[in-house]
Structures are given as structure tokens and as C-alpha cells.
């Protein structure tokens, strides 16, 4: 399995099990709505609860939201305007750049500025997204960019979660 994190924070962001596209400097992830159940099994753990304490259990405490955002315990953030998104990114940009400089010595900067530039670009075309960070919650790291859409040939939107691919680290577990 492979598990891709932030360059930045080291947080887990997603791993190899759901779709994955790599395209236009971003990683493209298909998620799906899913609610799931927070109820421990009682069973499980060898307990034999009473008719009262199953008939109180019957209330299953369930937890909603997208697949990718849950799974990876991603956690909610905002920016309240797009120039808020862009003196983000700006920092962030600045920290990628850092990281390359110290882990290839023959990597070229203004090729990289290019391309990422190019990547916000497409970002911001569209900026109809919803925003998680980390599991740490850092708001220097990695911000997962959520929206909705329909796919080629459907009707139903789905959630599909964008990372920029310069500021994740696959790494094989």
C-alpha cells in the first residue's frame, strides 16, 4: 500500500486505496458520501450486554462525510476569500521550494515556479471548494481542496479531493 503525506507536517492525507489521478500538478482523488456506524460491537469484546443495554445501543452514534476526509481524520478549514487562499498558498509555495532545494540539487526553480504557477491557475478558475487540513490541523501544511462533481457522462455529483502534488511524499508501507 502506498501512503501519501505533507511534505510539510509529515500528516497522513490519503493512500493508494481510493482512485487516484495525477494531473495538471495535482492529485485527483474520487471519494464517496458514506456514513458509518461508531458503535462498538459489544460482542467483540466479549461483554454479553443486557436487553436494557441493547436497547439503549440501538441509538448507534453514526459519523457522515466524505471517505477520503474521514478515513484520513482531515479536518475542517476556511479561508474567507479567495486572496485569504492566496497568501496561503504563497507561504506554502515558499516551503515546496525549500523542500525540493534541499532534496535535489539539480532542480530548477524557475521551470517549478512555472508549473505550480499554472497549477493555482486552474485551482482558482473554478473556487467552488471546501477545505481540510491535516489530521495535525497545521495551517502551514497541505489543504485538501473538496468538490463536487459531476462526472463525464453522469448526473450525480460525487466529492473529489485535490492535493498539489509538490507538497505530498508517497511513501511505501
Do not use: H
Not at 458503535?39 to 454479553?48: F, M
Not at 436487553?51 to 462525510?65: I, L, V
Request: aromatic share 12%.
Amino acid at each position: 500500500m502506498r501512503v501519501y503525506k505533507c511534505i510539510v507536517t509529515g500528516d497522513e492525507l490519503f493512500t493508494d486505496t481510493y482512485p487516484i489521478e495525477l494531473k495538471d500538478g495535482l492529485y485527483k482523488i474520487k471519494g464517496k458520501y458514506v456514513t458509518r456506524s461508531d458503535k462498538v460491537d459489544d460482542s467483540l469484546l466479549g461483554a454479553n450486554p443486557s436487553a436494557e443495554e441493547q436497547e439503549e445501543g440501538a441509538d448507534e452514534n453514526s459519523t457522515s462525510g466524505i471517505d477520503v476526509v474521514l478515513d484520513n481524520r482531515l479536518m475542517p478549514t476556511a479561508f474567507g476569500s479567495k486572496k485569504e487562499f492566496q497568501a496561503y498558498f504563497k507561504d506554502f509555495v515558499k516551503r515546496i521550494e525549500e523542500n525540493k532545494k534541499e532534496n535535489d540539487a539539480k532542480f530548477d526553480v524557475d521551470a517549478w515556479r512555472k508549473e505550480i504557477q499554472n497549477t493555482f491557475k486552474i485551482v482558482c478558475a473554478n473556487f467552488d471548494y471546501e477545505f481540510y487540513t491535516g489530521s495535525s490541523s497545521n495551517p502551514d501544511g497541505s489543504i485538501a481542496l473538496v468538490r463536487w462533481e459531476a462526472p463525464a457522462g453522469e448526473t450525480d455529483e460525487i466529492p473529489f479531493v485535490y492535493f498539489f502534488a509538490d507538497g505530498v511524499k508517497e511513501e511505501k508501507v
